[in-house]
């Protein structure tokens, strides 16, 4: 299967994941608005999450994948399996000792990532609530992630990126059917979110093992001491966690730039948190159809290619995935600049989700839209020191960032409010990226094609055309007003991303890049 069909199965089964979070997303504005509780709903969601970095699709996967791949490569399948139940057991023992100590810790953690909650007490212990009830998700999806690496070292491409859909849907049903039901009996609505994440989490790991299963993969955990040592002593999962550790740093480091985004956020006007999330939502949209969906294909065949010493290729392979972030991440940052008004509009403006509720994601979203280039290209440049299973590099780069981003905060949150610390994200990420670019050129391990300089001036004069278009679209038509013609607006909207798109590839087209060299890869 070639990379191009395997990153757009990915990212097709990855539109359909964002679509369900839009609708999930739409109706969690339409029913509780940017209020307290749902901050307090929003924070308890980014513990587990955070924590999920950790041991999922965050440092484990990093690790995990790369090393599976070789051993994959270099041994057999006999051995590979062996070092899954090894793994999967090191993680289970890992994983229930974490859980515990969150659910004790919940009120601990909802002060460290969001103090200002406390000037509601009712929110405050919401958020401590739902903490509680959240935690095990984190054990839920890092197997998950163990699962998903497997399978897509297998080039079992469609099971992992399909099932995120079920958290969508179980949060969906959650709010439109839980949450009147919880009312009724005089209960705070907003639980039934928490109930849909763990509901969620359950049913992807359940999908994902099937898979597993039929591959005759399923992880054997051994719950005896013995069997732990005997799993920590194979030099396989030595070596993971050996990478981990740098992982985890760089990870942490992403968190605790969270963790202080949350807590200014929190010290902001009420509302701040929920609109920094509800424009997180939207950006994640472009990261993960582009971003995430290399990062999946690319890891472990840029690992094995590594394995098998083909340097040729390993560099073949970042240029297309680099080449294909350009040419679709650049338009869509020129999108969340210029247009972003109507998206947020058109996907939130309803029910308890006012005109400034519009304006301040609106805001926030742009922030993002700044630094779009810089969040997509890192999912495509860090992979490329994962694969050859170094991850020092990535994280004293990620350090050095979260220093500047703060740097930012300090001198942009005075002036922007929320917005400030999006774009202070968007800077980072811009500064990260390029730093990652720059350490794969000095290694020798990516030696761009020749045909840069035209291709990029190809997207900028199309980009250049597309947003024209996109800032007439947006000033020509009343978005906010238009709340009540709710299907006209969706109409339009539509219309407009439709014919955006034609504008954009027929502009490269006219510039003679030839988009069947995508393909082909």
Request: with cysteine; aromatic share 10%.
């Amino acid at each position: 299967m070639s990379l191009f069909k395997s990153a757009s199965i990915v990212s097709v089964l990855t539109l359909a994941s964002r679509v369900t979070g839009l609708v999930r997303e739409t109706l969690v504005a339409s029913m509780f608005g940017a209020s307290a509780m749902t901050d307090a709903f929003n924070v308890a969601f980014r513990i587990p999450n955070m924590f999920r970095r950790f041991f999922a699709e965050g440092a484990f996967s990093q690790a995990f994948v790369p090393v599976l791949a070789s051993v994959r490569t270099q041994q057999g399948d006999v051995q590979t399996k062996r070092v899954i139940d090894h793994v999967a057991t090191v993680l289970t023992w890992v994983l229930l000792l974490t859980c515990v100590l969150g659910v004790l810790g919940a009120p601990v953690l909802v002060w460290i990532m969001a103090s200002g909650l406390q000037q509601d007490p009712r929110s405050f212990e919401a958020a401590v609530v739902m903490t509680r009830w959240m935690f095990p998700y984190i054990g839920f999806m890092s197997m998950v992630a163990l699962a998903a690496g497997v399978l897509n070292t297998w080039k079992r491409f469609a099971v992992p990126a399909a099932t995120p859909v079920l958290l969508n849907l179980c949060m969906i049903l959650a709010a439109w059917l839980g949450a009147p039901w919880l009312e009724t009996r005089g209960i705070e609505p907003i639980y039934a979110l928490g109930g849909g994440v763990i509901l969620g989490g359950v049913l992807q790991l359940t999908v994902q093992m099937l898979a597993l299963r039929r591959l005759a993969l399923l992880p054997t955990v051994g719950w005896r001491w013995a069997h732990l040592r005997q799993a920590w002593d194979d030099p396989a999962t030595q070596r993971i966690a050996t990478m981990m550790m740098p992982a985890l740093l760089g990870v942490s480091v992403a968190h605790v730039s969270t963790v202080i985004n949350t807590q200014v956020a929190s010290q902001l006007t009420p509302g701040s948190v929920s609109w920094l999330t509800y424009a997180d939502r939207l950006m994640e949209f472009p990261t993960a159809l582009l971003g995430v969906a290399l990062g999946v294909v690319l890891t472990p065949q840029l690992a094995a290619a590594k394995a098998a010493d083909d340097a040729e290729k390993y560099s073949a392979m970042l240029d297309w995935g680099l080449r294909l972030v350009v040419m679709l991440a650049v338009p869509c940052a020129v999108a969340l600049l210029t247009f972003a008004k109507p998206l947020v509009a058109v996907l939130y403006h309803y029910g308890a989700f006012t005109d400034n509720d519009v304006q301040q994601t609106t805001h926030a979203l742009m922030g993002y839209g700044a630094g779009l280039l810089g969040l997509i290209a890192i999912k495509v440049l860090a992979p490329g020191f994962y694969a050859s299973q170094d991850i020092r590099t990535p994280v004293k780069i990620a350090i050095v960032v979260l220093v500047l981003t703060q740097l930012l905060n300090l001198a942009l949150v005075p002036v922007f409010q929320h917005a400030g610390l999006a774009l202070a994200i968007g800077i980072g990420a811009l500064v990260n990226a390029t730093w990652l670019l720059v350490g794969l050129r000095r290694k020798g391990s990516y030696r761009p094609a020749p045909g840069w300089g035209l291709f990029g001036l190809q997207v900028l004069a199309a980009s250049a055309l597309l947003a024209v278009f996109l800032m007439w679209a947006s000033s020509a038509f009343h978005w906010t007003q238009l709340q009540a013609a709710r299907g006209q607006r969706i109409g339009l909207l539509f219309l407009l991303i439709a014919g955006s798109a034609i504008l954009y590839f027929g502009a490269l087209w006219a510039a003679g890049l030839k988009l069947r060299q995508f393909v082909r890869r």
